[in-house]
């Protein structure tokens, strides 16, 4: 391990960079995403949506009005419900927030840049169990919801908790399951090994995996409760789920680590089944070359991810407004007697193959 | 020798399937598994036979898998296939097939037919082990397994106790000889280091035998004979096997007559070469054998029950082939093996025939006259009579008088006289069995009352056959095998010509590989190679003729047109004959009173005295102690789980502490 | 010139190993389950981070995978399903036994320590899989795997059969039973 | 590098703490967790030896302590639950059926 002190510094302060420019990012996703949950529907229902508000007499389309909710969001009034768990109650957002950037944390967001001769991995952390670590740490998502629910005592939300936390960890499977076949093609749990692997279109999860991607795709709606998969703030049954007594600055937590832990699934998926930051048909990494002055492949790489990344969450909205809500039996019958069996099937399935091909 | 293996093993697979999978099944299936398991043995049988002849008969030993390795001790699952076993393999395979067929036609009205198939399947495959297997631990393997058959076949009815009982008789009375078995086995072990037959008989062929050896060889006939004696009903163990009447026909033909039975000449055989080592166990087997021929005979002359009579006269065949061996003359005892197993299993099966003809009615005074109703089985039976009471040219004829002639010559004309009486006894009262059966007016009125040995059974055909009284012929798959059968029985006593009679004997020229007689023993049989005055052979063929005819003429005369007047007043005349045959002379009272009461007196005791009281007694006051101490200090228990925690873990620190200090 | 990164590890350690002792401590103390649960899920992390600073990153995962992901939360579903009340401390009044067993275990500590400080461990390490042996081998989870799978392959298939054993019989002793077990 | 010896001692710290957690606390639930403190403070124990003489085996040992450990929670919740139900109560206090 041993550093010296400049190696440190450059490797410690490029942490810090990066996790600063990563949170800056994370903390841009609601905003947007608000917009596009208004305007989208809108556009799919023949309807205007949010419009108007601009700055000053330009209206942008509307764009500001992603700035105006927020605010409106921080500066409404704070109330506690009486009878609170209070520790916990003013608990449970952080704890669900914080997951969510951890696995951020994890992902490539793109190849190795040099930095004063040292290599610079995009990833805050760069891990070898990548993989582990991001299911881990979803695995954490569950404690903000349960105790949120808990928390603030109150009927619906501690049933929308429990059936949020119930619905979470019976998809946590599944969700395993689909990727642990990614992990024996690829033979690493170092989501950067995997992304490097997939260099051309055959080479993505997608085409060598479509089971895989299927129940992944499943289990990322129902892991960040949303449609069809929202039972736990079914308006219709419990008030709005755990989130029932919260408001102002900590249900727009609530917000925050509801849409980046979407954003964040969304570029696990798009990394690990659409080959991360590789653009199909070149390599970023050559870029530099190319073009002459350092990163920009890294800038190109980092793009398509984004890409990527935004067009599954166009998916969710998409989702969202297209497909009518599951009955909560339904849910869990297809998690436990569906999923979890063809995720079984597939791991050993793709087993099988790999082994008939390595001894072939 | 793929060949040998599917021998082996389809009947065990026909069994598996009847006993396991096909439980549910209609009868139909589980007969024709277990048909169809039988002819793949027999026709792989024959195939193996085939191969055999065709490399000369040289014995040839097919290792399945390593068994029993201890120390010394070797004892793999080997099997050996020669002259001898290739022969008893085909009459096994081939008679129980056509028993098979017969079996199902027999058992229609059963409910639970697959456990009659898949016990009879399992008999089959362990004959075969018996009969194949090249150690006497294999054989010994089949030995108990044919057994256990057996026992399960005669208590197959087992809702009537007296079958049970039967059953249980046959086993037991087995065990007595299976234990004598054993020690043969041991004492084989302990002085020749080894049971493989064919090295026991390399050992005992290359001579060189110490006293001790001698001696021993001695002992261990004579204890692997008692293990023949219980299978092969001789005296004094002979009183299962009429009993054993209690089971089914069909399995009375397979087991009683045909097969098991016979496990004992077999072996007897298997090991010629020891026995011919020992004169005096010799001498003693020909005793017993003829004491036992003329004793079941006389037995059978008064029995009323048609299969006990069959019984009995088999304790009496099997007496002639134990007879035969005692004499030296091996190869005519698996002639008449052979002949017998054709003739007898015709026999009970037509009796079978008969049996279910009259509605499960088997006194011979309630029957008579059957001719009209069933004449194919009264045609086939006849054969099987003719056969067995040796009139030439059927058979018996052949394989008896080869029997007759090798006991004057070895054993004296005592012997033979034994055997001729016997002989004569036989003709009697097979002839008497056909003439009431057969022969005379019918006199059974329908069914009556059911004294026999399955009244459950029989009740429940009451309701079944109210419609129609008469005796009926059976269909072709109960009388086809019986053709078959008595074909055979007429046919291979031709197998067996004596020279006398211009014939050149191809049974004993073909036996005569397995058959050795050793150095040391040379001069006390070199009788069986002496030659003879044909005039003499001839004279004694004559002879046991006559005395047949008169005998089955007397029968005749007897019982011609039912049961003669004249019977009564000799009945009346001299009681204690009649009722010390008719009750076999009392060995089965005489048994009860001297050996089961005492066993179960004794039993009574172990279990009132010795299990109650003391051992019980030890246990209950272990119990009764932990009891009241626990009681007197309980008060002391908290039941905190905490509690008991915390205790623990002081001790643990204590224990820890002491650990550091050292 | 110093090594940075010891210094830094030996920082990390000294934190985490504060964090973890007072967690712990809520843990024991707090009066509400589900307050305890929590601080467990807190400790268990601190904890998987600790391993992460020994390089064991897969035994981290997994640390926090099964405990924080599973057993904690299956804890937290007790207790709601109870719905437990905080069950009262009974401040410093421990009985004799209690306050003996206190005294006796706290000397045990001591001597644990005194033992642990008492010097290096020794026995199986042949030293031969050290940080950068593993990392030229191939890396911690791969050897893992390797060992699991080779060595370890019965100790392995026996701990899935016992899961299976467990999952069995949580299943059988919680569910409702419509007529009384006779035991 | 961190001496080994830290790492028992802050393993001896929590296996204590969950000592006392499982003797003292009469809430079953409770003393189920104090059990997984104590448990975890073995894990940490195993990691830490292996790491400072240099062999895997301890990390694998811990893998199946947390197996174990899972099971354990398992079949002892399911327990609990099945206690509450037929008593209404969780507190060892009044469970003490072995009460002589």
């Given at each position: 391990?041993?550093?010296t002190?400049?190696?440190f510094?450059?490797?410690?302060?490029s942490?810090?960079?990066?996790?600063?420019?990563?949170?800056?990012?994370?903390l841009?996703?609601?905003?947007?995403m608000?917009?596009?949950?208004?305007?989208i529907?809108?556009?799919?229902?023949?309807?205007?949506?949010?419009?108007?508000?601009?700055?000053?007499?330009?209206?942008?389309y509307?764009?500001?009005?992603?700035?105006?909710d927020?605010?409106?969001?921080?500066?409404?009034?704070?109330?506690?419900?009486?009878?609170?768990?209070?520790?916990?109650y003013h608990?449970?957002p952080?704890?669900?927030?914080?997951?969510?950037?951890?696995?951020?944390?994890?992902?490539?967001?793109?190849?190795?840049?040099?930095?004063?001769?040292q290599?610079i991995?995009?990833?805050?952390?760069?891990?070898?169990v990548?993989?582990?670590?991001?299911?881990?740490?979803?695995?954490?998502?569950?404690?903000?919801?349960?105790i949120?629910?808990?928390?603030?005592?109150?009927?619906?939300?501690?049933?929308?908790?429990?059936?949020?936390?119930?619905?979470?960890?019976s998809?946590?499977?599944?969700l395993?399951m689909?990727l642990?076949?990614?992990?024996?093609?690829?033979?690493s749990?170092?989501?950067?090994?995997?992304?490097?692997?997939?260099?051309?279109?055959?080479?993505w999860g997608?085409?060598?995996s479509?089971?895989?991607?299927?129940l992944?795709?499943?289990?990322?709606?129902a892991?960040?409760?949303?449609?069809?998969?929202?039972?736990?703030e079914?308006?219709?049954?419990?008030?709005?789920?755990?989130?029932?007594e919260?408001?102002?600055?900590?249900?727009?937590?609530?917000?925050?680590?509801?849409?980046?832990?979407?954003f964040?699934?969304?570029?696990?998926a798009?990394?690990?089944?659409?080959?991360?930051?590789?653009?199909?048909?070149?390599?970023?990494?050559?870029?530099?070359?190319?073009v002459?002055?350092?990163g920009?492949?890294?800038?190109?790489?980092?793009?398509?991810?984004?890409?990527k990344?935004a067009f599954?969450?166009?998916?969710?909205v998409?989702?969202?407004?297209?497909?009518?809500?599951?009955?909560?039996?339904?849910?869990?019958?297809?998690?436990?007697?569906?999923?979890?069996?063809?995720?079984l099937?597939?791991?050993?399935?793709?087993a099988?193959?790999l082994?008939?091909?390595w001894?072939? | 020798?793929t060949?040998l293996?599917?021998m082996?093993?389809?009947?065990?697979?026909?069994a598996?399937?009847n006993?396991?999978?096909?439980?549910?099944?209609?009868?139909?299936v589980?007969?024709?598994v277990?048909?169809?398991?039988?002819?793949?043995?027999?026709?792989?049988?024959?195939?193996?036979?085939?191969?055999?002849?065709?490399?000369?008969?040289?014995?040839?030993?097919y290792?399945?898998?390593?068994w029993?390795?201890a120390g010394?001790?070797?004892?793999?699952?080997?099997?050996?296939?020669?002259?001898?076993?290739?022969?008893?393999m085909l009459?096994v395979?081939?008679?129980g097939?056509?028993?098979?067929?017969y079996?199902?036609?027999?058992?229609?009205?059963?409910?639970?037919?697959?456990?009659?198939?898949?016990y009879?399947?399992?008999?089959?495959?362990?004959?075969?082990?018996?009969?194949?297997?090249?150690?006497?631990?294999v054989?010994?393997?089949g030995?108990?397994?044919?057994?256990?058959?057996?026992?399960?076949l005669?208590?197959?009815?087992?809702?009537?106790?007296?079958?049970?009982?039967?059953?249980?008789?046959a086993?037991?009375?087995n065990?007595?000889?299976?234990?004598?078995?054993?020690?043969?086995?041991f004492?084989?072990?302990?002085?020749f280091?080894?049971?493989?037959?064919?090295?026991l008989?390399?050992?005992?062929?290359?001579?060189?035998?110490?006293?001790?050896?001698l001696?021993?060889?001695?002992?261990?006939t004579?204890?692997?004979?008692?293990?023949?004696t219980?299978?092969?009903?001789?005296?004094?163990?002979?009183?299962?096997?009429?009993?054993?009447m209690?089971?089914?026909?069909?399995?009375?033909?397979?087991?009683?007559?045909?097969?098991?039975?016979?496990?004992?000449?077999?072996?007897?055989?298997r090991l010629?070469?020891?026995?011919?080592?020992?004169?005096?166990?010799?001498?003693?087997?020909?005793?017993v054998?003829?004491?036992t021929?003329?004793?079941?005979?006389?037995?059978?002359?008064v029995?009323?029950d048609?299969?006990?009579?069959?019984?009995?006269?088999?304790?009496?065949?099997?007496?002639?082939m134990?007879?035969?061996?005692?004499?030296?003359?091996?190869?005519?005892?698996?002639f008449?093996?052979?002949?017998?197993?054709?003739?007898?299993?015709?026999?009970?099966?037509?009796?079978g025939?008969?049996?279910?003809?009259?509605?499960h009615e088997?006194?011979?005074?309630?029957?008579?006259?059957?001719?009209k109703?069933?004449p194919?089985?009264?045609?086939v039976?006849?054969?099987?009579?003719?056969?067995?009471?040796?009139m030439?040219?059927?058979?018996?004829f052949?394989?008896?008088d080869?029997?007759?002639?090798?006991?004057?010559?070895?054993?004296g004309?005592?012997i033979?006289?034994?055997g001729?009486?016997?002989a004569?006894?036989?003709?009697?009262?097979?002839?008497?069995?056909?003439?009431?059966t057969f022969?005379?007016?019918?006199?059974?009125?329908?069914?009556g009352?059911?004294h026999?040995?399955?009244?459950?059974?029989?009740?429940?055909?009451?309701?079944?056959h109210s419609?129609h009284?008469?005796?009926h012929?059976?269909?072709?798959?109960?009388?086809?095998?019986?053709v078959?059968?008595?074909i055979?029985?007429?046919?291979?006593?031709?197998?067996g010509?004596p020279?006398?009679l211009?014939?050149?004997?191809?049974?004993?020229e073909y036996?005569?590989?397995?058959?050795m007689?050793?150095?040391a023993?040379?001069?006390?049989?070199?009788?069986?190679?002496?030659?003879y005055?044909?005039?003499?052979?001839?004279?004694?063929?004559?002879?046991?003729?006559?005395?047949?005819?008169?005998?089955?003429?007397?029968a005749i005369v007897?019982?011609g047109?039912?049961?003669?007047?004249v019977?009564?007043k000799?009945?009346?005349?001299?009681?204690?004959?009649?009722?010390?045959?008719?009750?076999k002379?009392?060995?089965?009272?005489?048994?009860?009173?001297?050996?089961?009461?005492?066993?179960?007196?004794?039993?009574?005791f172990?279990?009132?005295?010795?299990?109650?009281k003391?051992v019980?007694?030890?246990?209950?006051?272990?119990g009764?102690?932990c009891?009241?101490?626990?009681?007197?200090?309980?008060?002391?228990?908290?039941?905190?789980v905490?509690?008991h925690?915390?205790?623990?873990?002081?001790?643990?620190?204590c224990?820890?502490s002491?650990l550091?200090?050292? | 010139?110093?090594?940075?990164?010891?210094?830094?590890?030996?920082?990390?350690?000294?934190?985490?190993?504060?964090?973890?002792t007072?967690?712990?401590?809520?843990?024991?103390?707090?009066?509400?389950?589900?307050?305890?649960?929590?601080f467990l899920?807190?400790?268990?992390?601190?904890?998987?981070?600790?391993?992460?600073?020994?390089?064991?990153?897969?035994v981290?995962a997994i640390q926090?995978?099964?405990?924080?992901?599973?057993?904690?939360?299956l804890?937290?579903?007790v207790?709601?399903?109870?719905?437990?009340?905080?069950?009262?401390?009974?401040?410093m009044?421990?009985?004799p036994?209690?306050?003996?067993?206190?005294?006796?275990?706290?000397?045990?500590?001591?001597?644990?320590?005194?033992?642990?400080?008492?010097?290096?461990?020794?026995?199986?390490?042949?030293?031969?899989?050290?940080?950068?042996?593993?990392?030229a081998?191939?890396?911690?989870?791969?050897?893992i795997a390797?060992?699991?799978?080779?060595?370890?392959?019965?100790?392995?298939?026996l701990?899935?059969?016992?899961?299976?054993l467990?999952?069995?019989?949580?299943?059988?002793?919680?569910?409702?039973?419509?007529?009384?077990?006779?035991? | 590098m961190?001496?080994?010896e830290?790492?028992?001692?802050?393993?001896?710290?929590?296996?204590?703490l969950?000592?006392?957690g499982?003797?003292?606390?009469?809430?079953?639930?409770?003393?189920?967790?104090?059990?997984?403190?104590m448990?975890?403070?073995?894990n940490?124990?195993f990691v830490?030896?292996g790491?400072?003489?240099?062999?895997l085996?301890?990390?694998?040992?811990?893998?199946?302590?947390?197996?174990?450990?899972?099971?354990?929670?398992?079949?002892?919740?399911?327990?609990v639950?099945a206690?509450?139900?037929k008593?209404?109560?969780?507190?060892?206090?009044?469970?003490?059926?072995?009460?002589?």
């Amino acid at each position: 391990m041993g550093l010296t002190a400049d190696e440190f510094t450059i490797q410690f302060i490029s942490t810090v960079v990066k996790f600063s420019i990563l949170a800056v990012m994370l903390l841009q996703v609601p905003p947007v995403m608000l917009l596009v949950e208004r305007r989208i529907p809108a556009f799919m229902q023949r309807r205007k949506g949010p419009n108007r508000v601009g700055l000053f007499k330009f209206r942008l389309y509307g764009v500001m009005q992603a700035l105006a909710d927020t605010i409106k969001l921080i500066f409404k009034e704070e109330v506690v419900p009486e009878g609170a768990q209070k520790v916990f109650y003013h608990l449970a957002p952080v704890f669900s927030v914080f997951p969510a950037f951890l696995i951020a944390m994890a992902i490539p967001y793109g190849p190795d840049i040099q930095v004063l001769g040292q290599t610079i991995p995009l990833s805050v952390v760069r891990l070898d169990v990548g993989f582990l670590f991001i299911f881990a740490i979803s695995s954490l998502a569950v404690y903000g919801v349960t105790i949120a629910g808990w928390a603030s005592n109150n009927k619906y939300a501690l049933l929308g908790s429990l059936r949020a936390s119930a619905q979470m960890i019976s998809y946590e499977i599944p969700l395993g399951m689909s990727l642990i076949p990614i992990v024996l093609i690829y033979g690493s749990l170092d989501l950067n090994k995997i992304v490097e692997a997939q260099t051309t279109f055959l080479k993505w999860g997608i085409f060598l995996s479509p089971i895989s991607f299927l129940l992944f795709l499943i289990a990322m709606f129902a892991e960040t409760n949303r449609t069809p998969f929202d039972l736990s703030e079914a308006e219709g049954e419990l008030v709005a789920g755990f989130h029932t007594e919260y408001n102002s600055t900590k249900f727009a937590a609530f917000f925050l680590g509801e849409y980046v832990s979407m954003f964040v699934l969304s570029c696990l998926a798009s990394t690990v089944f659409f080959g991360g930051w590789q653009v199909p048909f070149f390599d970023v990494r050559a870029l530099d070359q190319l073009v002459g002055l350092p990163g920009v492949g890294a800038l190109v790489g980092f793009g398509s991810l984004l890409m990527k990344a935004a067009f599954f969450m166009w998916l969710y909205v998409w989702v969202r407004w297209t497909i009518p809500r599951f009955r909560y039996d339904q849910l869990m019958n297809l998690g436990w007697k569906y999923m979890i069996p063809l995720g079984l099937i597939n791991v050993v399935a793709t087993a099988l193959v790999l082994a008939a091909v390595w001894f072939k | 020798m793929t060949a040998l293996w599917i021998m082996l093993l389809a009947p065990l697979v026909g069994a598996a399937l009847n006993g396991l999978l096909l439980r549910k099944s209609p009868k139909i299936v589980s007969h024709l598994v277990a048909v169809g398991a039988m002819t793949v043995s027999f026709a792989a049988a024959v195939s193996v036979f085939l191969n055999m002849l065709k490399n000369g008969g040289e014995p040839q030993t097919y290792l399945a898998f390593e068994w029993l390795d201890a120390g010394g001790f070797h004892a793999p699952f080997k099997y050996i296939v020669d002259r001898l076993s290739g022969l008893m393999m085909l009459v096994v395979t081939g008679i129980g097939t056509l028993i098979h067929i017969y079996a199902g036609g027999y058992m229609h009205e059963e409910s639970t037919t697959y456990r009659f198939f898949t016990y009879l399947n399992l008999f089959v495959f362990m004959m075969l082990q018996l009969v194949m297997g090249d150690n006497l631990m294999v054989m010994f393997v089949g030995w108990e397994g044919v057994g256990l058959c057996s026992y399960l076949l005669i208590g197959y009815w087992f809702h009537d106790d007296n079958n049970a009982a039967a059953g249980m008789k046959a086993f037991l009375v087995n065990r007595i000889g299976d234990i004598g078995f054993l020690f043969g086995i041991f004492l084989t072990y302990r002085h020749f280091g080894t049971v493989s037959f064919s090295e026991l008989r390399e050992m005992i062929g290359a001579g060189a035998l110490d006293a001790v050896k001698l001696g021993a060889i001695g002992w261990i006939t004579l204890c692997l004979f008692v293990g023949a004696t219980g299978k092969s009903a001789q005296l004094p163990l002979y009183v299962w096997l009429p009993d054993a009447m209690a089971g089914p026909t069909p399995v009375s033909a397979l087991i009683h007559a045909a097969t098991m039975v016979t496990a004992g000449i077999y072996m007897m055989t298997r090991l010629n070469f020891m026995f011919y080592l020992a004169p005096m166990t010799m001498q003693i087997i020909a005793i017993v054998g003829a004491m036992t021929a003329l004793f079941a005979a006389t037995i059978a002359l008064v029995q009323s029950d048609i299969k006990k009579v069959l019984a009995y006269s088999t304790v009496s065949q099997l007496g002639y082939m134990v007879l035969a061996c005692g004499v030296g003359a091996f190869e005519a005892g698996v002639f008449h093996l052979f002949t017998h197993a054709c003739f007898k299993a015709l026999m009970f099966l037509g009796a079978g025939s008969v049996i279910v003809a009259m509605h499960h009615e088997q006194d011979m005074f309630k029957m008579g006259g059957l001719r009209k109703y069933m004449p194919v089985t009264h045609a086939v039976f006849l054969v099987g009579v003719l056969a067995i009471i040796g009139m030439p040219p059927f058979a018996g004829f052949f394989s008896k008088d080869e029997i007759l002639w090798k006991a004057y010559i070895g054993g004296g004309p005592v012997i033979w006289g034994l055997g001729a009486v016997a002989a004569g006894c036989t003709s009697f009262y097979m002839v008497r069995l056909l003439c009431l059966t057969f022969y005379g007016e019918h006199r059974g009125g329908g069914h009556g009352d059911h004294h026999d040995a399955h009244a459950v059974h029989a009740k429940k055909e009451h309701h079944d056959h109210s419609s129609h009284h008469e005796p009926h012929e059976t269909g072709p798959d109960m009388w086809g095998p019986l053709v078959i059968l008595a074909i055979m029985s007429a046919g291979v006593g031709f197998l067996g010509v004596p020279h006398v009679l211009g014939g050149h004997n191809i049974f004993e020229e073909y036996l005569k590989p397995v058959i050795m007689i050793p150095e040391a023993a040379k001069e006390h049989w070199e009788f069986l190679e002496a030659s003879y005055s044909h005039s003499l052979e001839i004279g004694l063929m004559v002879a046991s003729v006559v005395i047949m005819i008169m005998a089955s003429g007397t029968a005749i005369v007897l019982y011609g047109r039912g049961p003669a007047a004249v019977l009564g007043k000799w009945k009346a005349s001299l009681p204690r004959v009649y009722d010390t045959l008719s009750n076999k002379y009392y060995v089965d009272e005489f048994y009860f009173a001297n050996i089961v009461q005492p066993v179960r007196d004794t039993a009574e005791f172990l279990w009132s005295f010795v299990d109650v009281k003391i051992v019980d007694g030890a246990v209950n006051g272990v119990g009764e102690m932990c009891k009241f101490i626990a009681g007197s200090v309980s008060f002391k228990m908290t039941g905190s789980v905490h509690r008991h925690a915390m205790v623990l873990v002081v001790g643990l620190v204590c224990l820890l502490s002491v650990l550091v200090i050292n | 010139m110093p090594d940075f990164s010891s210094l830094m590890s030996h920082g990390v350690f000294h934190l985490l190993a504060g964090l973890i002792t007072l967690v712990s401590v809520l843990v024991v103390v707090s009066k509400h389950p589900v307050k305890s649960a929590v601080f467990l899920v807190v400790d268990l992390f601190l904890l998987a981070a600790v391993y992460a600073s020994l390089e064991s990153h897969f035994v981290a995962a997994i640390q926090v995978l099964v405990y924080a992901g599973a057993v904690v939360v299956l804890f937290l579903f007790v207790i709601m399903l109870l719905n437990l009340q905080p069950d009262q401390l009974r401040g410093m009044r421990f009985n004799p036994v209690e306050a003996v067993t206190l005294i006796v275990s706290v000397i045990g500590m001591l001597i644990m320590l005194g033992v642990s400080m008492s010097g290096k461990p020794t026995g199986l390490g042949d030293g031969s899989m050290d940080v950068n042996a593993i990392e030229a081998a191939g890396g911690n989870t791969y050897m893992i795997a390797m060992k699991l799978l080779t060595d370890y392959i019965w100790p392995f298939e026996l701990a899935s059969i016992l899961i299976l054993l467990a999952i069995v019989a949580a299943v059988v002793i919680a569910k409702k039973d419509k007529k009384p077990v006779v035991s | 590098m961190v001496p080994v010896e830290f790492y028992f001692m802050l393993a001896c710290v929590i296996f204590t703490l969950g000592l006392f957690g499982a003797l003292f606390r009469r809430n079953i639930i409770m003393v189920l967790m104090s059990i997984e403190l104590m448990l975890n403070a073995v894990n940490l124990v195993f990691v830490a030896a292996g790491r400072s003489i240099g062999n895997l085996d301890g990390q694998i040992m811990v893998l199946f302590v947390i197996t174990v450990a899972a099971c354990e929670a398992a079949v002892g919740l399911a327990m609990v639950i099945a206690l509450f139900r037929k008593y209404g109560t969780v507190n060892t206090d009044i469970l003490r059926l072995l009460r002589g």
